[in-house]
């Protein structure tokens, strides 16, 4: 069967993005709705495709990153204000909220970063500018899904991956070719990571997600992959705040027994023990991220 999606043939362009407005353009997938209706509504209401405003902590987190850390504690960051930062500073966040930040100029860090201060401190309309990019199909269906740079190559900019090899008619992407990843752990976990980044210029300890599955669940005799347990329910990836997910992930079993205390004589006070058990069902630890 042939597959259908139109996507701009702007991604990949050597001329790098100078808005939020020209980003979004870039990396538009709107178009993916045409054949995938199913699959893109999911991930239209799922936190990726709002990767830099997430669940309350994720903007507020941003924010803190460029008001604190950038502007304040890293003093040898160069950066004195907004108008001071450029992709590498905002890459502490986007390296995973918004990779294709790579492909956008200086000014385009400054607007994301003013966006989640004022964002974070209740402007509305910052926070929908900030909504405009996210995590979409370009980034896991090309992006990242090849790692092993040497044996597999780079991502060919004129091919979706996917789970098989074909022709795609499309004007750009031309042709579909099999991720060896894209049902391993090992693709989510290029975000949901392992610890520090050592790669970027101030290291930064956030998603250490993969590095518990890794370390934990997998020596632990533990043999599901990441998309076994957030894909079932298609690409909505329902996380912490799906309650069926919750419900899984995390058995709780409560005992209690009342009684009354006596202090001294004629002085009865009602008293209850309780017992909270608590049982990790993930293939990581909880929280993460």
């Avoid at 995973?96 to 385009?108: F, G, N, R, W, Y």
């Avoid at 990441?226 to 069926?244: I, N």
Wanted: aromatic share 6%; charged share 25%; glycine share 8%.
């Amino acid at each position: 069967m042939i597959q259908f999606v139109l996507i701009p043939v702007a991604v990949f362009s050597a001329e790098k993005a100078k808005t939020i407005d020209e980003l979004a353009k870039m990396y538009d997938v709107s178009s993916c709705k045409q054949c995938h209706s199913k699959i893109y509504e999911e991930w239209a209401n799922s936190y990726h495709a709002i990767s830099l405003v997430g669940s309350p902590r994720t903007l507020a987190t941003i924010a803190s990153t460029v008001r604190d850390g950038i502007l304040k504690e890293w003093t040898k960051s160069g950066a004195k204000s907004v108008k001071d930062i450029k992709v590498e500073h905002m890459m502490t966040c986007a390296k995973c909220h918004l990779p294709q930040l790579k492909d956008a100029t200086d000014a385009v860090a400054q607007e994301i970063a003013q966006a989640a201060l004022d964002g974070s401190a209740g402007d509305s309309s910052a926070v929908e500018k900030l909504k405009k990019v996210g995590i979409n199909c370009l980034i896991c269906h090309n992006q990242k899904s090849l790692i092993h740079k040497w044996t597999d190559g780079e991502p060919e900019p004129d091919v979706i991956y996917g789970n098989k090899e074909g022709v795609h008619a499309d004007a750009k992407f031309k042709k579909l070719k099999k991720s060896p990843i894209l049902k391993e752990s090992i693709l989510c976990g290029q975000c949901h990571g392992t610890g520090p980044n050592f790669d970027l210029k101030e290291p930064t300890q956030c998603a250490t997600l993969y590095g518990s599955y890794l370390n934990a669940y997998v020596p632990s005799g533990g043999s599901k992959t990441c998309q076994e347990c957030h894909m079932d329910k298609g690409h909505l990836m329902p996380g912490y705040r799906d309650p069926d997910q919750a419900k899984k992930a995390v058995s709780v079993e409560v005992k209690t027994k009342g009684y009354y205390f006596l202090p001294k004589a004629g002085d009865s006070i009602p008293t209850a023990k309780v017992n909270v058990k608590l049982v990790n069902n993930a293939g990581h630890r909880i929280p993460d991220g």
